[in-house]
């Protein structure tokens, strides 16, 4: 048997496991997650008062056909799981103080946004569609910001004021950074293409995770949880082994309280486990950063990677008694900084749309560059006004608040990663220094690119088949 051990359990570990598992019938697959919670950033859970509490807002794109293809092997339903927006994009804009319905690639806008500014777009459109969806040199445009290149190909600079293409440009978290013309691309082409999109009809961490992980026990995999990878053992050559311990339930609590920057490990729990054949790393950058502090044959070979930098993202969550969202909308882009996007789920999940007691199930996501200083109150604040200038929008603090979940994602497990223009070129391969050791996550380099839940799987596919061609060479 070849012994696979894969650390980290979120979409990126659990899709290189399932990978394997299905692929080769004498491998022996460990997965180790240091979260009480599998699923890493993308998993959603209840709290004790039983409401789906998100890691940050979650929608699958149309074109995630890993994910889908994944899911339904794992025997999701995705018609019972999958809840469409329709296609129905909105965008909040500032200038005319009006939602907007942003068209399906997310270039196009359709009327009511003025004719004039309709054709232009439409003409950029037409003009730049080869690059977008037939140019095999993209990487080239990854130095160039999104902006930049969009006025050089004949965008309206009035038009880049506007809100949805600011709205484009965020796509990737970056705001108030640029993200990288390539990346932005990419995503258009590969991962969000169509603009239709689902969300899930319940939590990730029932209707997704939970399918996923029983899938990957029954192919005969084993998952481990609440074991923190703290170093791995080399030969200069190969991993050989790795030191794992049980993180510090004192200053964690599971679950109750959020996890400071470092998850620390009781130093007597700490245990080597040796005689590693292959080794896949599915941690995000923060967590890879901890590791194997002083080698400095491990870090000259991963030495870009200090080029990287990570964001950390907003979600918050307010159920309300009455209704505070204009009819007929789910999702609304383009809201003032530094949370852009709101969805109400209360139309489209099964658990709210049953619930007369639930007005709005309202969720917003941002990231907090530039809001660092402001506390958790004076964001809600500018939260709740930046909602109000939308139409029909109501205040939910006069809409009878029922609960609510304010996150700061700033933990090394959870910060998201800055696409900034210039950086694909330093995020790492899933091939290493090391013959055994193959890296997976939304950050690793891959055909999506775009930091998404698409991404890390495709990226976990990639390892698990360098894994498989290791074994193969090494026979
Ligand atoms: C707020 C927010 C909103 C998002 N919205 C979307 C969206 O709408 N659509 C979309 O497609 N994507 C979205 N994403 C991105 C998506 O969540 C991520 O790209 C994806 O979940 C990353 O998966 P991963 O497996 O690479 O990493 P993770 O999910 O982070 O998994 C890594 C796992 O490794 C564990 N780990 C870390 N260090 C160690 C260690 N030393 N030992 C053991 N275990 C360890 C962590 O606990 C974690 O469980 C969003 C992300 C955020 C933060």
């Keep these: 048997m070849k012994k696979v051990v894969i650390i980290g359990g979120g979409l990126a570990g659990i899709a290189a496991g399932i990978k394997i598992l299905e692929e080769m019938k004498d491998a022996d697959v460990r997965l180790y997650n240091m979260g009480h919670h599998l699923g890493g950033r993308a998993t959603s859970w209840r709290d004790a008062e039983g409401f789906n509490i998100d890691h940050g807002l979650h929608g699958l794109f149309a074109p995630y056909t890993n994910m889908r293809r994944m899911l339904k092997r794992a025997g999701v339903k995705e018609k019972k799981t999958l809840v469409s927006n329709k296609r129905i994009n909105l965008c909040y804009e500032e200038s005319t103080g009006k939602v907007h319905s942003i068209a399906p690639d997310l270039r196009i806008p359709n009327p009511p946004y003025p004719f004039n500014t309709y054709r232009k777009i439409t003409n950029f459109g037409i003009k730049n569609a080869k690059t977008i969806y037939l140019d095999m040199d993209i990487e080239k445009y990854d130095d160039i910001c999104y902006t930049a290149w969009a006025l050089e190909h004949g965008m309206d600079k009035e038009i880049t004021k506007m809100r949805w293409f600011r709205f484009s440009q965020d ?275 891959s055909e999506i690119e775009m930091p998404c839940m698409e991404g890390a799987i495709v990226t976990g596919i990639n390892a698990a088949n360098e894994t498989k061609k290791y074994f193969s060479k090494s026979r």
Aim: proline share 5%.
């Design 171 to 445: 796509a990737a978290f970056n705001w108030p950074y640029e993200i990288s013309t390539y990346l932005t691309l990419m995503g258009v082409r590969k991962a969000v293409g169509t603009g239709k999109y689902f969300y899930i009809n319940g939590t990730y961490g029932e209707n997704i995770i939970k399918p996923l992980t029983d899938y990957f026990e029954k192919l005969g995999g084993k998952i481990f949880i609440k074991k923190k990878l703290t170093e791995l053992i080399h030969d200069g050559q190969k991993i050989t082994g790795i030191k794992i311990g049980d993180p510090d339930a004192k200053i964690h609590g599971y679950g109750t309280i959020p996890w400071k920057d470092v998850v620390p490990v009781i130093q007597d729990s700490i245990q080597e486990i040796n005689n590693i054949d292959a080794l896949i790393l599915a941690i995000p950058p923060d967590c890879f950063r901890e590791l194997n502090w002083g080698d400095s044959f491990f870090w000259n070979g991963f030495k870009s990677i200090e080029n990287l930098r990570t964001v950390v993202s907003l979600s918050y969550q307010v159920w309300t008694k009455e209704s505070v969202m204009p009819t007929g909308t789910v999702t609304i882009n383009g809201l003032d900084e530094p949370m852009g996007s709101v969805a109400d789920y209360k139309t489209i999940k099964d658990e709210y749309k049953n619930n007369p007691g639930i007005g709005s199930a309202l969720e917003w996501v941002g990231q907090e560059t530039s809001f660092e200083n402001k506390t958790d109150d004076e964001l809600k604040e500018i939260i709740f006004n930046a909602f109000l200038k939308v139409p029909g929008a109501k205040d939910p603090r006069k809409a009878g608040i029922i609960h609510e979940s304010f996150n700061r994602n700033k933990a090394n497990h959870e910060r998201y990663l800055l696409t900034e223009p210039g950086t694909v070129k330093f995020r790492p391969r899933t091939r290493t220094h090391f013959r055994n050791l193959f890296l997976a996550g939304d950050w690793i380099r």
